[in-house]
């Protein structure tokens, strides 16, 4: 539920402006100037609210008892409406609720005083309009922030690093080496641009640690999770694509690239200078191996650890991942063969 003291209201829409926004068509609306003061869940939501009807297999029910103004909803569950709620029928009503979300909301910490009296900035740096500075910043020689960037407390920005505009860069991130794009949001405790795990091996004579020269980019409309570890690259560069989704504890190795519109799940390990197509999903705890390719569109089911190169649009689970199908079967004859044995000990 919304609390102001954390998120507050920046624009009350008309029904009529938030179908707009939405990209959704208005249904059985009576008022379409009725003023919309917010949005909640179903079953929370009053008759100045919009809720949304998501994972209708669940919450159907919900949507029959709504005291809601209007439900984003999909065409085929209009008539599950309740009588005078409008709909805001969307092919796709979580995607609508991320306009309106981003539309009518501002996190209540971007309020705060522009630049913190405590913030260490190097008078080499360049600190873009509006931004928003808060307290202990560092931001060392030759930075480059963009406007109406936001950088939470302790974080520190080191030597010749660039952000982009609007971004939101949230307490405790360390970056170095690095260039981020515009709209790009770093959750606190990531780690961005330190040395990636590069040593020429001899256990006899000692490793010997290899410098890593290359850096980390960064390309617009990236989430980066809390406590993520994207290094920079040896020779290569790390680069994230644009509009890519890393999750919390996720481990981003050297050189690796990583296309764009991928979502990696937490606790995601990708090592060394492996390549992803755009679109790849990577769910929880996968480890892909070093210098791999993965396809366009590939799905890694969780825990999955894969060890070869994976085709465009292929689905694989099991570690070593194998395609979807063979992995279920072979999790079906492995309990099977279990339950024999048991019975036969018996």
């Known amino acids: 539920m919304n609390n102001p003291r954390f998120f507050q209201v920046c624009k009350k829409l008309s029904l009529e402006e938030a179908a707009s926004i939405a990209n959704a ?7 379409p100037n009725l003023t919309i003061n917010g949005i ?5 939501a009053t008759h100045e609210d919009i809720a949304v009807l998501n994972n209708p297999s669940q919450y159907l029910e919900h949507l029959q008892k709504t005291k809601a103004a209007a ?3 999909e065409e085929k569950y209009i008539a599950s409406l309740p009588d005078g709620v409008a709909g805001l029928v969307s092919p796709e009503p979580y995607r609508a609720l ?9 996190d209540a910490q971007e309020l705060s005083d522009s630049i913190h ?3 260490v900035i190097a008078p080499s740096a360049q600190i873009g309009a509006d931004c928003i500075i808060d307290p202990y910043v560092v931001i060392k020689a030759q930075a480059k922030i963009g406007p109406r960037t ?4 302790h974080s520190v920005i080191e030597k010749g690093v660039t952000i982009g505009e609007d971004c939101q860069i949230a307490a405790h991130v360390t970056i170095q080496c690095a260039d981020i ?3 790009v949001r770093i959750d606190p405790g990531a780690r961005i641009g330190q040395p990636g795990f590069g040593f020429h091996r001899d256990y006899l004579k000692g490793h010997v640690p290899v410098l890593q020269i290359g850096q980390v980019f960064i390309e617009d409309d990236v989430v980066i999770g809390a406590n993520t570890a994207i290094d920079r690259g040896s020779l290569e560069d790390t680069v994230i694509g644009k509009g890519t989704m890393i999750d919390n504890l996720v481990q981003v190795a050297h050189n690796v690239q990583v296309g764009q519109n991928c979502v990696i799940v937490s606790q995601v390990g990708i090592a060394g200078s492996t390549v992803l197509g755009n679109a790849v999903t990577l769910a929880g705890q996968a480890g892909i191996a070093g210098h791999l390719s993965i396809g366009d569109g590939a799905v890694v089911a969780a825990q999955g650890g894969v060890m070869r190169d994976i085709p465009a649009g292929d689905i694989v689970g099991g570690s070593p991942a194998v395609p979807i199908g063979q992995w279920r079967r072979q ?6 063969m279990v339950s024999q044995r048991k019975g036969s000990s018996s």
Not at 40 to 44: G, I
Not at 98 to 106: G, I
Not at 150 to 153: A, V
Not at 331 to 336: G, Y
């Open 40 to 44: 909640a869940t179903l079953e929370k």
């Open 71 to 73: 439900v984003i909803l």
């Open 331 to 336: 999790s079906v004859m492995l309990q099977r």
């Open 25 to 31: 068509a208005l249904h059985q609306c009576q008022n």
């Open 150 to 153: 936001k950088i939470g407390s």
């Open 117 to 119: 009296p405590t913030a």
């Open 98 to 106: 991320a306009f309106l979300l981003n539309a009518m909301y501002v």
């Open 181 to 183: 794009g515009n709209r």
